[in-house]
């Protein structure tokens, strides 16, 4: 176990650092400069610019200076927003995301079991179709379609709730539900496979056969064991809920991380969008390697060092 | 009860069992290949064949769509712009009339803007055809999305076959290379490959695959390591076979059903992509139309013309349910235990 987790810490050190060095030599040969107006500065302005941003240096100086502040924590101030420092942008984004991200997580969990769950009990009945059929829509309808349409239906025509704005609980319903779909797709899909396998497993007749009921049966035996292995769709899930979080956000206005990233995209600020990436892919890194670990511990039938790797 | 069913079985139906057992391995029942016995299985999978028609039908509507409204899907007329949807027919029913509600009155716009061709599905504000493109932006994206899936495939499958055959050293250094490339979250990498590379249809499908191709190499080794050691590879090896010939001709052949779903899923996350990227301003550029950009424009003035964006949304959302149905209906086809 221990020689596991050291194994995947490198790794996660290495891809980290990969991702940086990329995202770095990649905003190096980027069209545009990042300063705005630049035609109307003269060649001693920009020259002052590009000293106080330290983009004079060779390219290997800047890449040593960046890679060294990036693990002090520091990713270097933004050039469009009054050279604010990028790590603050960040934290101070970083809740309205978290919020909609955690929402979306718990409300697609629970509806996607619940979804999951009729569908396995009633198999083959109206139900189950009905919840396959609500999977697959939520699989394939994409997150800014589905933001769209609650907006102009729910927003827009019926007026029930803030069509786009940050504050309060109510105005982050649209977006969590908008976010929510794929979670619940991806837990309805998982747990109705998952269940029908445990429910036609011995120890599961066993329990009937000692003359439990059916409900009994599935909420003290059945459910629990056929949980463990959602734990693994937790790393896509936060992948998806980071991609649908730079549109929902920006169709709902939120000040979160994903508009920023989009807004600063669209102006070349390459210290934000360094930055976000940066804190984008740590964020999923370790989201994937806490879950693969939790998955170890949970279950013991999974052993990881052995079981990986085969 | 054994007595009377004998008795209603009239003596005819009786054959005397032949005399030698020279005959008893014969095969009755002509053999199925790994293809027909899929086919047979699908074919019972509803939701997966009406699907597979769905989907033949737009993809015949890409190909042919832009040439029936005889509107040129770049034109501009500005005399004809923001028109709302109105089709020959079905006017007369109240839908798809020309009419549309401004300040809260119903108004016919093509009486208003003195218009009088029918626009199927209505004009964008620059007075160009929707329907001409509609289709024509599902045809970049599925254009883009097998280019893609294709490219992936190759690259996937190679990779993961010289891995898992090849085996000891040469797979450990391909395994953690593998490991390292799917750490990295695709979208990042993807956004920063458009923002060096001009937008364009070339450079999104690249940006794709750089990372698309990891699943489909995870999956190809993982079957390459299941099936080398059996007992058919042993006996083809043992008669004189190459590595070459084991690789096409014993290995490829049993790995189609998984190169075949992976590919079919491959296809719609890459649609997927493609109109996200659109969307969020980094896809295709104007005057190009892709089913993604259609989205991004009409989002602009959903508000007052619905139409613009929900059209491209409808037309993208049946794709996308009709490739995953066809992928679950193939998965539980070709595999039956591997289901999620």
């Known amino acids: ?310 | 009860m054994s007595n009377s069913t004998s008795e209603k079985i009239p003596k005819e139906l009786f054959e005397p069992a032949s005399t030698d057992n020279m005959d008893n391995e014969l095969i009755a029942k002509p053999q199925l290949s790994f293809m027909k016995d899929a086919w047979l299985r699908v074919r019972k999978n509803k939701g997966a064949i009406i699907s597979a028609v769905i989907l033949l039908l737009v993809i015949i509507m890409a190909a042919i769509g832009p040439h029936i409204s005889h509107y040129d899907a770049y034109a501009q007329d500005v005399t004809k712009s923001n028109l709302p949807p109105k089709i020959p027919g079905l006017e007369k029913l109240g839908i798809f009339d020309g009419k549309q509600e401004i300040g809260g009155v119903e108004t016919d716009v093509y009486k208003q803007q003195n218009v009088k061709e029918y626009y199927w599905f209505g004009t964008d504000s620059l007075g160009r055809d929707l329907f001409s493109r509609v289709w024509l932006g599902t045809r970049v994206s599925l254009y883009i999305a097998l280019l893609a899936a294709l490219i992936d495939m190759v690259i996937g499958v190679g990779y993961g076959l010289i891995s898992g055959f090849k085996g000891g050293r040469v797979d450990n250094v391909m395994q953690r290379i593998l490991e390292i490339i799917s750490g990295i979250p695709n979208l990042i990498v993807v956004i920063l490959m458009l923002l060096i590379l001009k937008p364009g249809i070339i450079s999104i499908t690249i940006a794709m695959v750089i990372t698309g191709w990891v699943g489909m190499a995870r999956v190809v080794r993982g079957q390459v390591l299941k099936l080398k050691d059996q007992e058919y590879i042993l006996a083809s090896r043992t008669l004189g076979a190459k590595n070459s010939r084991l690789l096409l001709k014993h290995l490829l052949p049993n790995l189609s059903g998984v190169i075949i779903i992976n590919t079919m899923f491959t296809i719609p996350s890459a649609i997927f992509f493609e109109a996200f990227l659109s969307f969020i301003g980094i896809g295709l550029q104007a005057p190009r139309a892709s089913l993604g950009t259609l989205i991004e424009d009409g989002y602009q003035t959903f508000q007052f013309l619905p139409h613009l964006m929900f059209i491209p949304c409808i037309v993208i959302c049946i794709i996308l349910i009709a490739c995953n149905l066809i992928g679950d209906g193939l998965r539980d086809a070709f595999d039956p235990k591997m289901r999620d």
């Open chain 1, 1 to 310: 176990m221990a020689k596991y987790l050291v194994q995947r810490v490198i790794y996660l050190i290495i891809t980290l650092f990969i991702i940086a060095s990329v995202t770095f030599f990649l905003m190096k040969f980027l069209p545009g400069t990042p300063f705005q107006n630049e035609e109307k500065l003269t060649e001693e302005q920009q020259q002052i610019l590009n000293e106080k941003y330290g983009l004079d240096k060779p390219i290997p100086v800047q890449y040593a200076n960046y890679m060294v502040n990036i693990v002090k924590g520091d990713l270097g101030v933004s050039f469009q927003f009054d050279n604010q420092p990028v790590t603050h942008m960040l934290m101070n984004r970083v809740g309205p995301s978290l919020e909609l991200g955690f929402q979306a997580m718990v409300l697609g969990s629970i509806v996607g079991l619940m979804l999951g769950v009729f569908a396995a009990m009633f198999q083959n009945t109206w139900i189950d179709y009905g919840s396959t059929f609500l999977a697959v829509l939520g699989k394939s309808i994409p997150s800014f379609v589905f933001a769209a349409v609650l907006q102009y239906y729910i927003g827009v025509k019926l007026e029930w709730l803030p069509v786009a704005s940050w504050d309060g609980f109510a105005s982050s319903i649209m977006p969590t539900l908008a976010l929510a779909i794929f979670p619940i797709a991806t837990a309805a899909r998982f747990m109705r496979t998952e269940l029908i396998e445990v429910l036609s497993s011995d120890y599961i007749t066993l329990a009937k056969a000692k003359g439990n009921s059916r409900m009994e049966v599935s909420v003290k035996h059945a459910i629990r064991n056929a949980l463990i292995p959602l734990v693994t769709v937790l790393g896509p899930m936060a992948v998806s809920l980071m991609t649908g979080s730079m549109v929902v956000e920006q169709i709902f206005a939120i000040p979160g991380i994903g508009e920023q990233f989009v807004k600063s995209i669209q102006t070349n600020d390459f210290p934000i969008i360094m930055g976000t990436t940066i804190f984008f892919a740590f964020l999923l890194t370790v989201i994937i390697l806490v879950v693969d670990i939790l998955y170890g511990i949970i279950d013991p039938r999974i052993r990881l060092a052995g079981g990986a790797k085969k």
